[in-house]
């Protein structure tokens, strides 16, 4: 609680700053400007912010305050999390909403759609002005990529997590979902799409990944966060450069069921009945989490081009953790009529592709889409 009071006290000789000067720190207003200050209507109210819970480690509890990686994930309730951060109340109206209470590492298709179904309703609710959803932090990465490409408004959407549960020493959720709100409530969140906030960054939902199993400093996006959130301020460095939220095809409000798609991951020896196994399960398009440059082994080929004549596309992506598949170099994908993630990780090809799917079966159209988004 110390380090909160330390804040508090910290953004009030900030805010004290900012009137003096004219700088607007819109996300620090705690109290009434002093006569003659300047205003913003950001200022002139507090946001209103509902916060999601879905469980993970944010909301989790572990046996002893030195348990910092050994714990139960989704045991503590969103509105008890809130609580627990009393300092929130100072920069916006806040509204609490269980909508699951899971690790999200057991998200799945149906669980994505419900959670995106419900974003989109309160989002058109003219009294909400953002989203903060609190996320197990093992597939923030997809959720935040799903919501980024489907949901249809401009308000600020921010999914949070915590490497830490509350009962660490250590924790980081409380500063974590602190920095959520705040970029949450700010002015300048809107129209950038999903986010993910976490270890004081901000990153879009098309490149954060998670790069470390247990470090707070686990969040990465390849080409840097957008942002960061220091001492009560957000600040933005860059924008996302790919469409999101208004600018794509989809709408999350007309997606009833996405199609299924299999991810098989590469390794020297692979089984090729993996392929198979993933046909026979009803996938639609399998992406291949190849080695190196979206290598395919030799005796890979054959199964994946059987696949293909059955009618189910085949995406190839990189394991590596990073860099662009290039088309047409490692395998002659015109001829196979196979496609490339650009630079997707598979995870999240896997997302795109699904959402792909919805639209069309075309592989020339397929291909586009991935450099696109
Ligand atoms: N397994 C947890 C989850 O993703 C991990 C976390 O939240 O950090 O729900």
Redesign the pocket.
């Known amino acids: 609680m110390k380090r909160f009071a330390r804040l508090n006290t910290l953004s009030a000789l900030l805010l004290a700053a900012s009137l003096t000067t004219g700088i607007a720190h819109a996300q620090l207003a705690p109290s009434a400007p002093a006569a003659g200050a300047p205003t913003q209507a950001s200022e002139a109210r507090k946001a209103n912010i509902v916060i999601i819970g879905t ?4 909301a ?1 509890a572990g046996a002893a305050a030195t348990n910092t990686a050994a714990y139960q ?2 045991v503590v309730p969103v509105d008890k999390i809130i609580a627990s951060v009393p300092e929130i109340s100072k920069i916006a109206n806040v509204k609490g909403e269980q909508v699951f209470q899971i ?3 057991s998200f799945n298709n149906e669980r994505l759609l419900k959670l995106g179904k419900r974003v989109s309703e309160l989002l058109k609710q003219p009294d909400v002005d953002g989203i903060v959803i609190t996320h ?4 923030i990465e997809e959720t935040t990529y799903f919501l980024n490409l489907t949901l249809k408004s401009d308000k600020p959407v921010v999914v949070v ?3 830490r549960p509350g009962t660490a020493l250590g924790a980081d959720g409380a500063l974590n979902l602190y920095d959520a709100v705040l970029v949450a409530s700010s002015p300048e969140s809107r129209g950038k799409g999903t986010l993910a906030v976490l270890n004081d960054e901000i990153h879009t939902g098309r490149d954060v990944t998670k790069s470390n199993t247990f470090k707070i400093e686990t969040f990465r996006s390849p080409f840097g966060p957008l942002g960061y959130v220091v001492e009560g301020r957000t600040l933005y460095y860059r924008l996302p450069a790919r469409p999101h939220t208004m600018q794509t095809e989809w709408d999350i409000d007309k997606i009833d069921k996405l199609p299924e798609v299999a991810v098989v991951y590469a390794y020297g020896n692979v089984n090729p009945a993996s392929i198979d196994a993933a046909v026979k399960n009803g996938a639609k398009a399998i992406v291949y989490a190849a080695t190196g440059n979206g290598s395919v082994g030799d005796y890979m080929v054959e199964p994946l081009k059987a696949a293909r004549a059955k009618g189910v596309q085949i995406v190839r992506a990189s394991r590596t953790g990073g860099g662009v598949v290039v088309r047409n170099a490692e395998q002659p994908d015109d001829k196979y009529d196979w496609l490339v993630t650009d630079d997707q990780l598979p995870q999240k090809a896997r997302i795109l592709m699904a959402l792909a799917l919805t639209k069309t079966n075309d592989t020339k159209e397929l291909q586009k889409i991935f450099w696109k988004y």
């Open positions: 469980g993970g480690t944010i989790g994930s989704a690790g999200s590492e197990g932090t093992d597939t997590g915590s490497m």
